[in-house]
């Protein structure tokens, strides 16, 4: 259980990074325990610069991402590091510590790339619901977590789902009447 609280906190954390600075479909309520200040911390840029950027966080980026286009850094006001960057068409953002160790990889991107057991295991529980939208976060140790937004005529739904559980959860529902 404390596992998964924290997972699901972890998760939250990662995705409301990734909001804050993008044009997102719909916007999201976090249910965290994150205050406006903690969020203006995550999400607001510290005054450093590229050639800042840990030595150590750029390298384990261009090991990972090699395919990488349109690389961005910017330094976080936590004394973390994020690299926005483009790959196979994905928009995507890597986070880094301080001293440059992986934290997690949000991406984003349409429905239909959502890998196909994925896709299966929502469409047989939402088997009328369009697969819209996917928030994709990678963490250490190889444990991934799919945001899925779906819809169908009267609703709009968030899905988590945990590569490692066979189990779906409504995050958010929307009704559209």
Known sequence: MKKSTFLSLTTTCFLLVFFINCEAQIVMNSNGDLSENKLALLSAPASRTNEDVNSKAKNNFTKTYQQATAIEWSALQ?????????????????????????????????GSKLNNTTRDMVKKVFYDYKIVFVNQVNLAPDKIIYIVEIQDEKYIKKIRIADDEDEMEVIQEIELY
């Open 78 to 110: 936590d004394n973390t590091w994020v690299c926005r960057f483009n790959m196979h068409n994905i928009s995507s953002k890597a986070f880094y510590n301080s001293k440059g160790q992986w934290l997690g990889t949000v991406s984003g991107y349409d």
